[in-house]
């Protein structure tokens, strides 16, 4: 969190917090490409779930429209 608030946030370049840290420039930059994927596919998740979400109630309501329209049926024909 400290390593993209300095870089995306405050403006602090790749090399600048390298040093600072006493880590190499590369292994900042595959940091924060592992915080872009994560980022990415966190996203990808989300949508996946509330696609699943809604497909599921899409289901449900479909299930409960079957029913109510079985029902409607009986009763018509039950007065018959």
Known sequence: ????????????????????????????SHRLQTVKKKLKNSGKNTIYLKN???????QMYSHFMMDHQQQMVNLILDTF
């Not at 400290?2 to 040093?19: G, Q």
């Open 1 to 28: 969190q400290e390593m993209v608030r300095a870089i995306y946030f405050e403006n602090v370049s790749v090399n600048d917090y390298a040093a600072r840290t006493g880590v190499t420039q590369s292994a900042i």
């Open 52 to 58: 699943k979400y809604i497909n599921m109630k899409m």
